[in-house]
């Protein structure tokens, strides 16, 4: 059973979603990869402001392909989420509840999820023309010097992910293994 999620995504609506769940997300998402995360935070510490209100907001890391015409972006897949991991704790933080893009997290990160009450989502790695039909307006927030790096702000539409690690730490990269190392 498919789960449907709106943005803002509260922490109550997060605690409610559980690793395995599969879920449709609709509503605004914000964008962000490793130069994004890099600057954010600095721009932070510096200022204490971030690109956008972070509080309950859900952040795809993802750099989208140039659009074609009449299209808001071009291929939109996620990418390996590591690369934030450095950053992402500052953000949750400061109150967002949210990440999606493919690959684990490191411990530091599932601390601050599970302290912050977020989710980490998985988008399908191989999917990006996929998942970019459920992206429905797109617009550069800041950084737009970064490119496809820059901050976008998303409209999506049923987009499918999963649940991969809920907000009590329980995580599918983990849980998954197990089963399989008993078989």
């Known amino acids: 059973m498919r789960k449907e999620i709106k943005t803002p995504l509260t922490k109550e609506a997060a605690a409610g979603l559980k690793a395995g769940d599969v879920v449709s997300l609709t509503g605004y998402i914000y964008t962000g990869r490793d130069a994004a995360h890099k600057r954010m935070v600095e721009d932070f510490e510096k200022t204490g402001k971030f690109p956008f209100d972070v509080k309950d907001q859900v952040i795809y890391y993802v750099g989208p392909s ?100 809920d907000s009590e730490g329980n995580d599918l990269y983990e849980t998954e293994k197990e089963k399989y190392r008993k078989n």
């Not at 953000?91 to 949210?98: E, R």
């Open 66 to 165: 140039p659009a074609k015409p009449g299209k808001p972006v071009g291929s939109a897949g996620p990418t390996t989420s590591g690369r934030m991991d450095a950053y992402a704790p500052v953000l949750l933080d400061n109150g967002s509840t949210g990440m999606i893009g493919k690959g684990e997290r490191s411990k530091e990160v599932i601390e601050a999820m599970k302290r912050n009450k977020a989710v980490y989502f998985g988008a399908t790695g191989g999917a990006a023309a996929l998942i970019a039909k459920h992206i429905k307006s797109s617009e550069v927030i800041d950084y737009e010097d970064l490119g496809t790096e820059a901050v976008h702000r998303f409209y999506v539409e049923d987009m499918p992910l999963i649940v991969i690690i």
